[in-house]
T-cell receptor, first 115, second 115 residues
Framework: EAGVAQSPRYKIIEKRQSVAFWCNPI?????LYWYQQILGQGPKLLIQ????????DSQLPKDRFSAERLKGVDSTLKIQPAKLEDSAVYLC?????????????FGPGTRLLVL | QKEVEQNSGPLSVPEGAIASLNCTYS??????FFWYRQYSGKSPELIMS????GDKEDGRFTAQLNKASQYVSLLIRDSQPSDSATYLC???????????????FGKGTKLSVKP
């Protein structure tokens, strides 16, 4: 079974530029998450999708971050304009429920450096 | 502010010893608890989940949960150098039972197993 795919793996941009990340979840996983992991910290949830609807985006900085999940499969996360403090690893995860228990599987992440 | 606290370490143990990792959480209503392992430069990988008070064993790993004390721990028996990684404690703060939505992660404890 293929895992969660993300691209690009690395990105370096200057502040005030825009950037987009792409995620393809595991086939059949209805729930998709975007996390931000700053060096030395645990992942922080940015947004959660159930199919193509948003379940939780309470921690998404909506003035600069946006995300969509068209057709309930692939998802993109965009930052516009980027700030220095956005330098982090952006992790995508997808999940499924089995016997009432849900397991999240993480992709390899996109490392963003904002200069 | 709902929080998950972990000792950042590093925790150093000799090969073959028991490594004990601890985590406390602030939300008394939390229902689901998870331990993730994250190798340097890699994405988190789920190693244990626990939902009820007591111990849960899986191979060399034992998760322990005490909801009254708001405390969850992970024991690694017969520690191996390959166990050297950062261990993230994650707590589900939603009333979803087995759902992993709304996970709050701790900062992680770095474990080093010396040959």
């Amino acid at each position: 079974e293929a895992g969660v795919a993300q691209s690009p793996r690395y990105k370096i941009i200057e502040k005030r530029q825009s950037v987009a990340f792409w995620c393809n979840p595991i086939s059949g996983h209805a729930t998709l998450y975007w996390y931000q992991q700053i060096l030395g910290q645990g992942p922080k949830l940015l947004i959660q999708f159930q199919n193509n609807g948003v379940v939780d985006d309470s921690q998404l900085p909506k003035d600069r971050f946006s995300a969509e999940r068209l057709k309930g499969v692939d998802s993109t996360l965009k930052i516009q304009p980027a700030k220095l403090e956005d330098s982090a690893v952006y992790l995508c995860a997808s999940s499924f429920k089995f016997w009432g228990q849900e397991t999240q599987y993480f992709g390899p992440g996109t490392r963003l450096l904002v200069l | 502010q709902k929080e998950v606290e972990q000792n950042s370490g590093p925790l150093s143990v000799p090969e073959g010893a028991i490594a004990s990792l601890n985590c406390t959480y602030s939300d008394r209503g939390s229902q689901s608890f998870f331990w993730y392992r994250q190798y340097s430069g890699k994405s988190p990988e789920l190693i244990m989940s626990i939902y009820s008070n007591g111990d849960k064993e899986d191979g060399r790993f034992t998760a322990q949960l005490n909801k009254a004390s708001q405390y969850v721990s992970l024991l690694i028996r017969d520690s191996q150098p390959s166990d050297s990684a950062t261990y993230l404690c994650a707590v589900n703060i939603g009333p979803y039972g087995g759902s992993q939505g709304n996970l709050i992660f701790g900062k992680g404890t770095k474990l080093s197993v010396k040959p």
